[in-house]
Structure formats: structure tokens, C-alpha cells
């Protein structure tokens, strides 16, 4: 449990710590290993705030989610090698790609329950993995396809030299961070839209929220494609940063981890997902030495996701930091309003409500 | 009169049950129009109809639009609450996790128009929406005497306040129709004096209110008409005063041979 | 050709069909879809080939203990992990279900390690490893008639304790409205507990017949088996014992068929393809009701 006051007082203390983080690559004797780990926790906040908007605006268990991050990965890398396609137009494309996807599978399938939708999520990834692993004469099949050219950013008609290559790790690091805080940023607006108070409805009563003039099939769709769209973004960067793709990079583990990040930092929560990306990551890196260290296979570090997962569900349904989920209160109208209920505005209105109690 | 609603021998089965049998009657402009019967007559089932989520296996749902009177059967919830038609539920349905003006909000949705890129972007015309559609929010919260709760999670409201809060939201669809299921179960009776006096106030603004209701003396105080329905069918219609003496309404509630009693 | 690939369907399917039977019973009775199901499956097997190699048990001794240990992973899954979610929102329960499976197939793969073993078959009755009978170039196997005997057997066995046994009578009425079934004095949690072990023994009694059907077991076996099954009880319509069984049946052949005569690369693609298909064209199923919100 943490205290307020350590709630107070980490809050003080994040600037600077992001600060830290976000220049360690230009720290003298940084390790390649540890950006590497930040770099991939930045990719899954990606995916992370990506499947939040389902599972947690939506209330819709979406375990197929990693079947746009291939999507798209794939999208990037075929593109990369047979077309030569800069970076910067792949990322619209693949986004595209998945949000295409995402309709198509939509649009047919959330007029059910969400159980149902559930398991037609997870059946699409699998047909996903085993599209990319059995059609060879695209994807190489499980050899996988490697030499996927790394980003480049072409300015040189601005300026004869402006033409940079994305080799090693900082240049990497630095744009996944980019694509964070636009995801981020995208993600925070959308919450407090009306976009997102039709999603909060459909998540909390669906019929409720027709019977206010909703289309809860039509925003149900939004919500799965802008989703897939963020997901294979996410997937369409992990491409040109790996540099080589495998059908088995893309199988359900994967959907269950991000969930599981998810889950963590509090199902509907922005921050909370990039929180939960970045502790399931190190765990995950922890876990991977610590388990090889007892002779165990690295797999079995699933087993802490499994239990983490339900322990959240039983004892934390909110998530690891509900404290951290203050969000909406930024909205300087909601800020007026609130100063005004303080000051007693419309204390006049109560009537003959005082024997209600409030 | 100037009719808003017409029903024309509207059924509704459900696999064999006919939960509806061919129902007709007429819901004048601005009326309040009392819809009563004993418990499972089909009150529920009628306004689920009405307002799109059970469309009626037969039968005819014409309602004034803009261009005189149209048939509205099939639609979706969704678009009978654009034709401003609203409900509240039997048993309350709010938005429980959501604070008391996030349920207000969300009820603008079909009166607002702000879409994904306006929203990101955050244009002039999606703040200027937003703040109207707090303001419009603000002010049918006022107008039900919630005003100073606008900031509390919904859940967390007194038993009354929750159903009131369940009229603010139906009201913020700026409806023509409004229909209220049983909005004074559960209160006590200081709190549906209060009842009585929003819902004459809502009436008083143009809004046109069919009423289910259990409290006979609410009904017989504020509607000036009555529909009576027992398993399903039409079985008397008139002033609360001529209801009251009609044989087969007491013989609906009390039972075979209570007339002759 | 063709014959032998729709015994080699049906085999497989009558073995979804018992898997598929857990999913829906427990499905019909809490409204959950216990992702776990796949793994207690898996337990069996492994349960039975511990005790036949460990314990030197005899095999059916080694069959019947091993079903009744799953039985009680059964009973204390729900405890533990879904019985404290009961008034929870679905998602929750959904979550915790996922979970729970993906721990428990970690932990076998701790204890058991990941890689796949044979089923002892030195253990086995004699008969069961040869062929019974060949018509021409179709062959049936002891193995597969017994594999049909047990589970015709246990099918006809559920439906007699479903049909005319308190407690079968009792799970109904839960499926039908858990209030009502409560108000009538109905021991709620001791249904839904009878639920899951009769669901959990017969996924074990599959997983046993699977593993030495293939002659192989390992801790990620009840994964695809999971799935599948479960799209068998979503084909036959959730929540419908008999749907179960036929959409098991069905889909075991649709599979041995698609496998024969497109591609058998796309083997398990046909189960996904029909469950999405079904869930898309048909939700109710071939045999069941209509999932519709309530007012």
C-alpha cells in the first residue's frame, strides 16, 4: 500500500527522475543493454495505452490486440524491403493497415457480448500468426524476415547534410520516446472528448448509454480501430528498430503481457499504462536473469504476469496506482466548476433537499 | 389536439408469450399521460418499444416529426433518442463510476457533434462545444436540484437524488417525449412531493410525459389521462376519475368478482 | 481416403466434445468463460502419466485417480480465483480466468518442464495398442473405439446426472436465473462447485485420451485444445450441453476434412475460422438461445 504523503512526494520527485531518464543515453559509460530495456519498455507503453482504450474505455476484453502490433510490424518490414518506403510514410500506412483491420473485424463482431468478442479477438490473432507463418512466399514463413532497413530522416532539401540514419541505440530511443508522448498526448484529449464519454458510458451500460443517443456499434468500431491503428504503429517502429520479424514474435503471450500492463496500472488509466509497461518490462528483464539463474526456462517468468493478474483483479481492481489516475481534473472547465460548487453557487438550488441525505 | 405519438395495434411476443396484443392509443402534444396496470402488463415492454430497444413484432409507431406524422418502427435506441424521445429505467441505470455531470454529458452526445480530430486537435469549435455542453449539463442539473453534487460520482447519490439525476439525463437529450418508469418507486413521500413538482415543471417547459406509475395517488393527481394495461392488452383509457369506477380496471387489480364485492 | 479421415475427425471430436461440455456447463451456470478449463486438461494428463510412472499405479487406477484430482483442481480454481469475483464486473472475472490459466500452464511447465513426453505405453492394456480392425486402406484402432466407448459413456453419464439426478436439476435452475434458484433454497455455491468438478473430470478424462492418442503431453497442450474446445461449445451454442457435443463432433471432422483436402498448414485455422464465423453469422449457435441484454 502507499501512503499519501509517498504519493505527494514521488509525485515531486518524477520531473526530475524523467529528466534522468530521458538523457541517459547521453551519459558518459551508458549501457547498451539498459537502453535497449528502455527503449522496448517505451514501445510497449505504445502497445499499452493502445489496448487500454478497449479493455479500459470500452470495457471490452480484447486478447487479440498483438495481431495489429504484427500487423503492422509486417506492413512496415514488406514495405521496407520490397518498396524502399521512408519511415514516415510506412507509419501512416501501417496505422491505416490496422485500423482497416480493426474495422473489418469490428464492425461484425461487437454487436455481442463482450465474452464473444473476447474469444473472436483472440481467434484473429492466431490467424494472423499462422497467415505470417504459412505464407512463405510473403512473409518467409518462420525464417522470419531480416534486414529491415533501420530509419532514416531525410531533410537534405533543407540543408544539403540533413540526412540522418537511426544506427544505435540513443537516435532510437529518442523518436520511440517521440511516439510516446504523441500516443500520449492523443490518448488524453480523446478522454476527456466527447469520443471519450461515449466510450466510459458503453463501458459502464451500454443500454444506458443508447438510450442517451449513443451508437454504441459505431463507437465500439472507433474505439477497436483507433486501438489497432495505435497497435501497429507500435508495431510498424518495432520493425525498423529490430530490424528483423518472426511469425513467433507475434503470438498471444504477447497480447497477454500488454494486457497484463494494463491490468497493472489500472484498467482505463493513461498513466497507469505507461507505468505498467515500464515495471512488467524490467520484470520481465529481472525474471529473465533470476529464473535462468535457478535453471528455469525465461517462459516461466509468465507464471508472475498470470499471478499478477489476479491478484489485481481480487484485491486492486483498480490497478497498482489509483492515486495516480487524477486525470480529467486538468480540464480547467471542470477546475471553474469546481471552484464554483466550493464557493456555494449553487447552494441556492438545494430547495427543500436538506432532509436527503448526500 | 396535436397528436406526438400514435400507437397502432403495436404486439410484442417474446417466443410464445405475448407479452403485448395490439395496444393502440394516442399521446396528445404536451400531455401527461398516465400508463397504468398491475405488474406484468406490459408497461415496461410498451416503452422499450417505444423508445427502440424491443421493436414491436407488429404494428405501427408514428410519432410528429418535422414533417408531419411519421412511422419510427425499428429503429434503433439510439435514433428515437434524436427524435427526442427519452426515457428513464424501472430500475436505475446510471453511469455508476462516473461523476453526476459526466451523465449529463454524455446524454449531449446526440446534440453535439465534435468528432476524433476535432478532439485532438482541440479546435475552437470543440471547446466551445465542450464548455456549452457543460453549461446545458449545469443547467438540467439545476433545474432537478443537483447542481451542488455535479462533481460526486453518481453511484454515491442518495436513493431520490439518483433517480432525479436519471431525469436531468433523459432532459439533456432535449426530448419531446419524455418517459418516466416509475420515477417515484422507492422515495419517500417528502421526496415525491418534490417528484410531483419537477415533473409539472418539466410538463410546464413543452415536454410531452407518459408515466408509468405504482402510486395511485400520484397518477390520479397529475395526469389528466389514463392508460390502462393488464397482460398486454388495452383494457381502459380516460380521466383518472372514470378509471377509478371502470369495472374491468378493478377487477385487472383486485381480482375476478371484486367488483360485485 | 475419405473414410478414414472422418473416423480420424470423429475420434478427435468426441474428445473436443468432452472438453467442450466443461466450457459450457460452466459457462451455463456463472456466465464465465473459465480460459482455465484448457488447463485442467492438460493436468489430467500429466496427473495420470505422474501417477503410472511415479507411483507405479496400474493404468485405469492411475485414469480414475487422475480424473478425480482434476475434479478438485476444479472445485478449488473456482474457489480460490472466481468465487471472490462473483459480484465483480465480468471483465474481472474474464481477467482473472486468463490469468489463472496462464499461471497454472507455467506451473506445470516448472514442475514438468517444457519439453514434451511419451504417455508410458508399457503401462497400457495390451489390446489398446493395436488395430482392430482394416477395411481395405481404413483402419480403426482398439484405441479409437475405446476412445469412443469412454466418451459416448461419460456423455450419456452427464446427461443422466443433468436430467434426472437433485443436483442436475439444481444446475438447470441456476442456468436459468441464479436468484430465483437461490431463493429457492438452492445451495448456490455447492451447484456451481458440483459444476466444475463434473466439468473438470471430463476435461481430464479428454486430456488422458489425448495424450495417448498422440502418445505425447506437454504443459502447453491444453492451449490450443482450450481454444478449440471452446470453439466447439460456441458452435453448438454456449451454455447448451447437447450443443456442445454435436459442435465437438463437427468440428473435429471439419477439421480432419479441412486438413485432408485444403491445407494442412491451416489445420488449426479452421477451428478459428468456424468460431468466428459461427460467433459472427449464427451467436446462438446450432442449438442454443439468443444472447440479448436485458431492460
Known amino acids: 500500500m502507499m501512503g499519501r504523503a509517498m504519493v505527494a512526494q514521488a509525485k515531486r520527485l518524477l520531473p526530475v527522475a524523467g529528466v534522468l531518464l530521458l538523457t541517459y543515453p547521453l551519459w558518459p559509460g551508458a549501457s547498451e543493454y539498459v537502453l535497449h530495456v528502455m527503449t522496448l519498455a517505451l514501445v510497449y507503453m505504445v502497445l499499452a495505452m493502445g489496448l487500454n482504450i478497449v479493455p479500459g474505455f470500452c470495457g471490452l476484453l480484447d486478447l487479440g490486440y498483438v495481431g495489429f502490433y504484427g500487423i503492422g510490424a509486417y506492413t512496415a518490414g514488406l514495405l521496407t524491403i520490397h518498396y524502399d518506403l521512408s519511415f514516415w510514410v510506412i507509419v501512416p500506412l501501417a496505422a491505416l493497415n490496422g485500423a482497416l483491420w480493426g474495422a473489418l473485424l469490428g464492425a461484425p463482431t461487437l454487436r455481442l457480448t463482450g465474452d464473444y468478442f473476447a474469444i473472436v479477438t483472440f481467434g484473429f490473432s492466431e490467424l494472423v500468426v499462422l497467415f505470417l507463418t504459412n505464407e512463405i512466399w510473403l512473409t518467409r514463413g518462420p525464417l522470419g524476415l531480416p534486414g529491415i532497413a533501420p530509419i532514416t530522416l531525410n531533410l537534405s532539401w533543407l540543408h544539403p547534410q540533413w540526412y540522418f540514419e537511426f544506427y544505435g541505440k540513443a537516435p532510437n530511443f529518442y523518436l520511440a520516446a517521440l511516439l510516446v508522448a504523441g500516443v500520449y498526448f492523443v490518448m488524453t484529449r480523446l478522454e476527456d472528448s466527447r469520443l471519450g464519454r461515449a466510450w466510459y458510458a458503453i463501458r459502464e451500460d451500454p443500454l444506458a448509454a443508447a438510450c442517451c443517443g449513443v451508437d454504441i456499434l459505431r463507437y465500439k468500431v472507433i474505439a477497436f480501430a483507433i486501438s489497432a491503428a495505435i497497435g501497429a504503429m507500435g508495431g510498424c517502429f518495432y520493425a525498423r528498430w529490430s530490424m528483423f520479424l518472426s511469425p513467433d514474435m507475434f503470438k498471444f503471450w504477447e497480447s497477454f503481457l500488454v494486457l497484463c500492463m494494463v491490468v497493472l496500472g489500472g484498467l482505463g488509466n493513461i498513466k497507469g499504462a505507461l507505468v505498467g509497461a515500464a515495471i512488467l518490462v524490467c520484470l520481465g528483464e529481472l525474471l529473465r536473469e533470476g529464473l535462468g539463474a535457478v535453471g528455469l526456462p525465461p517462459e516461466t517468468r509468465f507464471m508472475a504476469y498470470g499471478l499478477i493478474m489476479v491478484l489485481i483483479m481480487r484485491f486492486r481492481p483498480a490497478g497498482l496506482f489509483p492515486a495516480i489516475a487524477a486525470s480529467g481534473r486538468a480540464n480547467p472547465l471542470l477546475a471553474a466548476l469546481s471552484r464554483r460548487i466550493a464557493a456555494g453557487d449553487f447552494a441556492g438550488d438545494r430547495g427543500d433537499n436538506r432532509d436527503t441525505p448526500a | ?261 | 481416403m475419405l473414410e478414414q479421415q472422418l473416423i480420424n475427425g470423429l475420434t478427435l471430436g468426441l474428445i473436443y466434445a468432452l472438453i467442450a461440455v466443461g466450457y459450457t456447463m460452466v459457462y451455463g451456470v456463472i456466465q464465465l468463460i473459465n480460459f482455465a478449463h484448457g488447463e485442467i486438461y492438460m493436468l489430467g494428463a500429466f496427473f495420470c502419466v505422474t501417477l503410472i510412472t511415479a507411483a507405479g499405479l496400474p493404468f485405469y487406477v492411475a485414469m480414475l485417480m487422475a480424473v478425480v484430482c482434476c475434479a478438485m483442481c476444479g472445485i478449488l480454481l473456482d474457489i480460490i480465483a472466481y468465487r471472490p469475483l462473483r459480484r465483480a464486473p465480468r471483465l474481472a472475472a474474464l481477467i482473472t480466468a486468463i490469468g489463472m490459466s496462464i499461471f497454472l500452464q507455467n506451473l506445470a511447465l516448472i514442475i514438468w518442464g517444457s519439453r514434451s513426453k511419451p504417455f508410458p505405453r508399457t503401462a497400457l492394456p495390451g489390446y489398446l495398442t493395436e488395430q482392430a480392425l482394416t477395411v481395405g486402406s481404413v483402419g480403426l484402432s482398439w484405441l479409437q473405439l475405446f476412445i469412443f466407448a469412454v466418451a459416448i459413456g461419460m456423455m450419456l453419464l452427464l446427461y443422466l446426472v443433468i436430467q434426472k439426478t437433485r443436483i442436475g436439476t439444481a444446475m438447470r435452475a441456476l442456468a436459468q436465473n441464479r436468484t430465483a434458484a437461490a431463493l429457492m433454497g438452492i445451495n448456490v455455491n455447492r451447484v456451481i462447485s458440483f459444476t466444475f468438478a463434473l466439468g473438470s473430470a471430463m476435461g481430464a478424462v479428454a486430456g488422458i485420451l489425448v495424450a495417448i492418442y498422440y502418445n505425447t503431453l506437454y504443459p502447453t497442450m491444453g492451449y490450443t485444445a482450450g481454444v478449440k474446445a471452446f470453439a466447439a461449445a460456441v458452435l453448438g451454442g454456449i451454455g447448451s450441453v447437447p450443443g456442445a457435443m454435436a459442435g465437438g463432433v463437427v468440428l473435429g471432422v471439419a477439421e480432419a476434412l479441412g486438413a485432408g483436402y485444403v491445407s494442412s498448414l491451416y489445420r488449426d485455422g479452421v477451428a478459428y475460422a468456424v468460431m468466428i464465423a459461427v460467433i459472427v453469422l449464427r451467436p446462438s449457435g446450432i442449438l442454443g438461445r439468443a444472447v440479448t441484454d436485458k431492460a
Request: aromatic fraction near 4%; include cysteine.
Open chain 2, 1 to 261: 389536439m396535436t397528436p406526438l405519438l400514435e400507437l397502432d395495434r403495436i404486439s410484442k411476443r417474446f417466443g410464445g408469450l405475448h407479452a403485448l396484443a395490439d395496444v393502440s392509443f394516442t399521446v396528445a402534444c404536451g400531455e401527461i399521460l398516465g400508463l397504468i396496470g398491475p405488474n406484468g402488463a406490459g408497461k415496461t415492454t410498451l416503452f422499450n418499444c417505444i423508445s427502440g430497444l424491443h421493436p414491436p413484432s407488429s404494428g405501427t409507431i408514428l410519432y410528429a416529426g418535422s414533417g408531419g406524422l411519421m412511422r419510427i418502427n425499428g429503429r434503433k435506441p439510439e435514433q428515437m433518442t434524436a427524435l427526442g424521445i427519452a426515457r428513464t429505467f424501472q430500475n436505475i441505470r446510471l453511469f455508476n463510476s462516473l461523476t453526476v455531470l459526466d451523465n449529463v454529458r454524455i446524454a449531449r452526445h446526440c446534440r453535439t457533434h465534435a468528432n476524433f480530430v476535432r478532439a485532438v486537435l482541440r479546435t475552437r469549435f470543440q471547446r466551445a462545444e465542450e464548455q456549452a455542453i457543460v453549461e446545458a449539463a449545469m443547467e438540467r442539473l439545476r433545474f432537478v436540484g443537483l447542481a451542488h453534487h455535479a462533481l460526486a460520482d453518481a453511484g454515491n447519490l442518495a436513493y431520490g437524488d439518483q433517480r432525479r439525476l436519471e431525469i436531468a439525463r433523459a432532459l439533456a437529450t432535449e426530448p419531446r417525449l419524455l418517459l418516466l418508469d416509475e420515477p417515484a418507486a422507492g422515495m419517500n413521500p417528502r421526496e415525491t412531493r418534490r417528484l410531483v413538482d419537477l415533473i409539472q415543471a418539466i410538463v410546464a417547459t413543452g415536454v410531452t410525459v407518459i408515466l408509468i406509475e405504482h402510486d395511485m395517488k400520484l397518477v390520479m393527481s397529475i395526469c389528466r389521462r389514463l392508460v390502462v394495461l393488464d397482460h398486454g392488452t388495452h383494457i381502459a383509457e380516460g380521466p383518472p376519475a372514470a378509471i377509478r369506477e371502470n369495472p374491468r380496471v378493478i377487477e385487472a387489480y383486485l381480482g375476478r368478482g371484486a367488483v360485485h364485492a
